[in-house]
Every structure is written in C-alpha cells, then in structure tokens.
C-alpha cells in the first residue's frame, strides 16, 4: 500500500512564496473571475520576475547592436552582456568551460542539433538508440527520425505503475550496446525524478553516450554536468524564468569539437571561398546568424535570480508545497494521481485525473477559480498510453508558490466536483 508522508516530519518551505510573488508582475494583473491568480503551470512556462523584464528591457534601451563584428563601443558592450549570460549559463550547470554551451532556441532544438550533428555522424545501419516512454516528444521525435533515416533502432525503457523508470528494463536495453541513451532528468508529465547519476554509470558501462533532457529539472533542482558524468545536456530558458527564444545545449568539448555543424550561414565559418568553407571553433560553429542577443541576456538575468535564491532552496520550497499538495489531493475521494509516492523522487509537478470528469472541463472550471493549470497529454502521449487515459489535469510549482495556493488547487477540485455532481 502506498505510503503518505508524514505531515509531522514536514520542515517550513526554504523561502516564502508569499514574498516572492510581489517579485513578478503578473500577480498584480486582475483576472477574469476577479479571484487571486494562483498560477501552476510553470512546467509549460513560467513567468518572468521583473528584474528579467527590466534587464532586457536595458539592454534593448541601452546596450544593444548585433554581437561579435562591430569594432564600436555598442556592438562590444552586447558582445560583452552576451558573452556573460554564456558564462551564466555554464556556471548554473557546472560546465567545465562557457565554450561548451551552445545558444539554441529552447530544449527541443538542443536535443534536435545533437541528433542531427551528432547523430547523422555516429549512428549508423544497425546501430541501436535508447530513449525511455517517460520522454516529452522532444526527446523521442527526433531519436525516432533519425534511426529511421539511418536504418538504426530505437528502443524505449518502460515505466512502472508509479512513473519510474524499469531500471531492469534499462539493463536489458543497455545490454544491446545502444549508441546513445536520451533521458529525462525530470518528467514534466509525471514529475518523476530520475536517478540520473546510476543511470549515467550504467549506460557509460554500457558504452553508451547519455544526453540529459534537463528542461524539467534545470528550473527546479541544481544540475552539476561534471558530478553527472553525463556528455549532452539540454535546458530551455522560458521554463527557469528567463524569456522564450533562448536555450542551452551544453556538451563535452571533444565530442562538440567532433561534431559537423548543425546549420550552416554566417558567424559559424572562419573563411568562405567560393570552393567550401571553414568552421568557426565551439560553441560558434553551432550558432549560425544572429543570435537571440537580449533573451541570452534575459536568461542570464533569470539565471541570477535563481542564483541568488539558491538552487537548493527552490527545491526545498517546491518539496514543502509537493509534500502538502500530494496527500491534500489523496484525501478527496475520486481524485487519481500520478507518479511516484514520495517527496524525493517526485518534483513539483503533480498530474491527476478526477473520476468521470474530462480534464479539459477540469481546467476550465479552475480557470474560473483563478487557478490557471493544463490540461492534455503534455506532449508524451506514450505516457497516457502506459496509463489508458487521454489526458490529465497538471499543477506544478515554482519559487511564487504558497500554501496559499495549495488551498486553492484542493477547493477547486472540490467544486469542480460538485459542479459535475450537479
Ligand atoms: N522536455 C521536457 C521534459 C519538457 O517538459 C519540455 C517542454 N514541455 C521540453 C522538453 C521541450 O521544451 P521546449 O518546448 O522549450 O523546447
């Protein structure tokens, strides 16, 4: 039988939602059922402190041209607030160098420039790639193009009742001497939370290169690329309160060095002929036309934000409202939830179904409560076919969050309920 946490054994949340909420000016915003906006859907995006917005508004103001090719002031003052939200980004995720990072739209692109670069490379007729069911499309779309393309194959690793990953199954299929394993650190449509560094021990026993998609767990959790062990890392920025637009790949040098380049144009070359071309060294050979100068710097706004919180302290704050919300919502009799049972595999992300009621109507009848959560298959309809269901409702946490806010996910599945019991 599963087991509930216990309330008695709970510490108070590392900082205040209550606080932090006045950080983002979205909350000062009415809503349409005149209610306090209680917003948990930081898994799809999340919103933006001020200091995110007043940065870029700045840089746009005052700072920017294009980056890299000016010799005036301007363009090296953007080259310069470009090149630091770099460094940012390798310091928030323990890269050994700023080189290794690579600027790309969000997640998805990160995770598409390594199948294409590195993929089209090295996976060849009769090689084998290992992605798992729990994976957001980003992370099996691509593996699904590209050993199609080349004639190699993919294999899944199951998942469990409760939303972990078959580490059995996660043997077997490291067994077969896979290329590559693609692995969620989190999942946004369960909130599991991986035990990444076994997994990473086991494929690189394996043989196997591991890519992390970090889009979960990059926003909520301190990520060290180094203690991981791990070769490719892919993290949007919208999701971890900077912009949309910008994201990150992170990648060990060498096998970046290696690489071809994913999109060919401008910035990425060090000499066009009119017989070929030169690549420019990492991470410029992957950055090809001008970059998302101001979201960059926007990311590195966010990145500080979080800094300044601390990492581990945001997870601790979203483990005190998980640990509350989770057997809040199992005491309300129809209410199903996902994922694993306990506070330490499980982040801040918690999808349920209500008996008999869609969770669309679901959400549509929060939104009336000002409780703003989604509602779908969360872009991993392999996971809802794991579980025999179309869809569930999803609430999931970040730094604004309150106990407040908890109170008002309970009450709205309550009258959610008794509007359908009607
Ligand atoms: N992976 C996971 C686990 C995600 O949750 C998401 C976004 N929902 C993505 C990848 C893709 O992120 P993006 O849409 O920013 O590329």
Redesign the pocket.
């Known amino acids: 039988m599963a087991v509930e946490p216990a309330l008695s054994a709970l510490t108070p949340g590392a900082f205040s939602g209550t606080v932090l909420r006045s950080d983002f000016a979205v909350f000062d915003r009415p809503t349409r059922s005149g209610k306090r906006l209680v917003f948990l859907d930081a ?3 999340a919103p933006k402190p001020r200091t995110v917005v007043d940065t870029m508004a700045d840089a746009y103001s005052h700072h920017y041209a294009n980056v890299h090719r000016g010799i005036y002031e301007l363009s090296e003052d953007a080259t310069g607030l470009f090149e630091a939200a770099r460094g940012k980004v390798a310091a928030f995720i323990g890269a050994p160098s700023k080189r290794e990072i690579v600027f790309v ?7 598409n420039l390594v199948a294409y670069s590195w993929g089209r490379a090295n996976v060849h007729s009769g090689d084998r790639v290992v992605t798992t069911q729990l ?5 099996i779309v691509p593996w699904q193009q590209l050993t199609a393309e080349v004639g190699a194959t993919l294999d899944y690793v199951a998942i469990t009742d409760d939303g972990r990953l078959e580490l059995d199954d996660l043997r077997e299929k490291l067994g077969n001497g896979p290329k590559l394993l693609a692995v ?1 650190a ?4 369960l909130g599991t939370i991986n035990p990444l560094a076994e997994i990473v021990k086991m494929a690189h026993e394996a043989g196997a290169l591991v890519l992390v ?1 970090a ?2 767990a990059a926003p909520h959790m301190p990520i060290d690329v180094a203690a991981l062990d791990c070769d490719f890392l ?1 993290l ?1 920025g ?2 971890m309160l900077g912009p ?1 637009g910008i ?1 990150a790949l992170w990648g060990r040098r060498e096998l970046l060095d290696a690489m071809p380049p994913f999109m060919t144009g401008g910035s990425m070359i060090t000499k066009v002929t009119m017989e070929g071309a030169e690549w420019n060294e990492v991470p410029h050979k992957f950055e090809a036309g001008t970059p998302a100068i101001v979201e960059a710097i926007g990311l590195g706004a966010a990145i500080d934000y979080l800094t300044n919180l601390g990492m581990d302290a945001v997870r601790e704050h979203e483990r005190y409202l998980f640990e509350r919300a989770w057997p809040a919502l199992g005491e309300i009799p129809g209410v199903r939830r996902f994922g694993p049972n306990d506070a330490e595999t499980h982040a801040g992300v918690i999808s349920f179904v209500l008996d008999g009621i869609h969770p669309h109507d679901v959400a549509t009848v929060f939104d009336s409560e000002g409780v703003a959560v989604r509602a779908g298959h ?3 309809q392999p996971v809802m076919l794991r579980y025999d269901i179309p869809a569930t409702t999803r609430a999931s946490f970040y730094v604004y969050n309150d106990l407040d806010d908890i109170d008002a996910l309970t009450s709205a599945v309550r009258a959610t309920q008794t509007l359908f019991a009607g």
């Open positions: 898994a799809a995006s739209r969000n997640a998805t692109e990160a995770i994976e957001h499309h980003a992370n969620a989190v999942s946004n449509a998609d889009a979960q892919a949007s919208h999701k949309s994201g969360h872009c991993a």
